[in-house]
């Protein structure tokens, strides 16, 4: 093969990245996530003689993008040639999925489990309604005494199916008030992520409850959404949670305000961003009549304009939702500028690539 003229070597800094990190082009096709790149540092022929190929020797042409980047690490480059190896696509981590024991879903983990592996998931994380104080708060939660019993059924499917990563988890609703309780439920067992999650806009209305679709008719869509979002960010400024649930479940069925919701979305993605936590894309919007993921593109651009991370949940009540619509999640994800998503254990998280 015959060397070709490289494209311009450069400079590229990274959105928030506190350094400018320095490649030359001419040397470097792709740079995995393994192959980290401290702030500030080179990357020339010394680094790239290790994993990455020399485009000079190769004779190819490639491309290279910027990509905004939660570690603020590491950069990505994008071959066109077909023949340079790059990372496997892997479907993100389903990290929302209940059993029976929340009394509106069906199928024990193990089934879950049985059909992540048969879908090709890698990695899937159970998130079921925590119980509340009071056992007579709601209808659709697990009881208090029943959260051990919980913890057994996934360390069962954690056993049935050991070449699955099966992460511990729950779905939290956050109420103002309740912050103590949450902290107890987190002290109980070996979590690796809360799911924080607001239902209710007061002590007795759970806005997405079909039981209650009238108490829509009695309220302005604007004030209840005011009154969701605000309560949203309180729950990502208690700084309890890991993730934050299907942001904009208002939407649910299809109750939109017409006037621009964009001042809450920012109030809100400034709590999260400041918190450190991530939200979710969660297909269950689909099968729901909104007929949209959670969130919506415009609040999904805005929190990428923020900086704030992503994981992924199918929110699935049966076996056969698991991983459901992910490929239409993943493409929104990137095209809105995303790259990377979120994984967890025991609280703390890994930046995969997307």
Not at 7 to 24: D, E, K, M, N, S
Not at 55 to 78: D, P
Not at 145 to 157: F, G, I, N, P
Not at 206 to 234: C, G, H
């Amino acid at each position: 093969m015959t060397d070709q003229t490289p494209p311009t070597p450069g400079v590229f800094v990274l959105i928030g990245i506190h350094a400018p990190i320095r490649f030359v082009a001419d040397c470097v096709t792709y740079v995995t996530p393994d192959d980290r790149v401290p702030v500030g540092q080179s990357v020339g022929r010394e680094f790239c003689s290790n994993k990455c190929h020399r485009l000079g020797a190769l004779g190819l042409e490639s491309t290279f993008q910027q990509v905004s980047t939660r570690s603020k690490n590491f950069i990505r480059l994008e071959t066109l040639n077909p023949k340079l190896e790059t990372p496997p696509m892997q479907s993100p981590a389903d990290y929302h999925m209940h059993t029976p024991l929340c009394r509106h879903a069906i199928g024990e983990p193990v089934e879950y489990a049985r059909r992540a592996v048969e879908i090709g998931l890698t990695e899937i994380g159970f998130s079921d309604h925590s119980p509340m104080p009071r056992e007579d708060f709601d209808n659709w939660r697990m009881f208090d005494r029943q959260l051990d019993e919980y913890v057994a059924k996934v360390q069962l499917a954690q056993k049935e199916f050991p070449q699955l990563t099966i992460r511990l988890a729950l779905e939290v609703d956050y109420l103002p008030g309740h912050e103590d309780w949450i902290r107890k439920l987190a002290a109980r067992h070996p979590w690796d992520y809360f799911i924080g999650s607001v239902h209710y806009v007061s002590d007795s209305w759970d806005i997405d409850n079909p039981a209650k679709l009238s108490e829509w008719k009695k309220r302005d869509a604007f004030e209840v959404w005011q009154l969701y979002f605000d309560r949203l960010a309180m729950a990502a400024e208690s700084k309890l949670f890991e993730i934050i649930g299907h942001a904009d479940l208002p939407k649910k069925f299809g109750i939109r305000p017409t006037q621009d919701c964009t001042p809450l979305y920012e109030k809100f993605l400034t709590a999260v961003a400041k918190a450190g936590c991530a939200i979710e894309l969660n297909t269950a919007g689909l099968r729901k009549d909104c007929k949209e993921i959670y969130p919506s593109r415009d609040l999904l651009q805005l929190a990428f304009a923020h900086h704030v991370p992503i994981t992924f949940g199918s929110d699935a009540h049966a076996p056969e939702e698991v991983g459901l619509n992910f490929a239409e999640a993943v493409a929104l994800a990137r095209s809105v500028g995303y790259a990377e998503t979120l994984r967890f254990h025991q609280r703390q998280s890994e930046v995969v690539w997307l």
